[in-house]
């Protein structure tokens, strides 16, 4: 169950985040594209489109314009923007959601287990450096001037 509250919470937050990623990465390349297929059937215009639309690692520009405008499509559409706004409202109201989540966790303790960590993260370590056996005490690296 909390795993799937988790997603829950997460899921409308995550596309949102891919869809900005996506343009911040691929930014003009989404525009920057040929208007129609039949481009790529007139050869004139086709050699133009092999020399400039190529993609990296030998993508040939029919392989680039394909994947191009499925992320368009993904995201720079109507249909795209339907998505965007089905996934975060697809799992719920926005604040009802992780109150949920808040009141599962609650009941089953995890809760209670996350107030405590950061204190269990504080003993393992003191002024004089780590507490615990498994963590290293820095106190014993030289650093030699190169």
Not at 15 to 40: M, P, W
Request: with cysteine.
């Amino acid at each position: 169950m909390s795993y799937a509250n988790a997603y829950r919470v997460l899921s409308p937050v995550i596309y949102a985040r891919v869809k900005e990623i996506i343009q911040q990465i691929i930014s003009s390349g989404l525009i920057y594209l040929n208007s129609h297929v039949s481009d790529f059937r007139n050869p004139e215009i086709r050699a133009i489109l092999d020399k400039y639309l190529r993609g990296s690692a030998g993508q040939d520009a029919v392989e680039r314009v394909k994947i191009m405008k499925l992320l368009w499509d993904s995201i720079g559409t109507e249909f795209g923007g339907r998505h965007e706004l089905y996934e975060r409202n697809y799992a719920g109201n926005y604040e009802h959601i992780r109150a949920e989540a808040l009141m599962v966790a609650a009941a089953d303790g995890t809760a209670d287990a996350l107030m405590k960590f950061p204190e269990s993260c504080m003993n393992d370590y003191d002024l004089d450096g780590w507490r615990t056996d498994d963590l290293i005490d820095a106190a014993d690296i030289r650093f030699v001037k190169q």
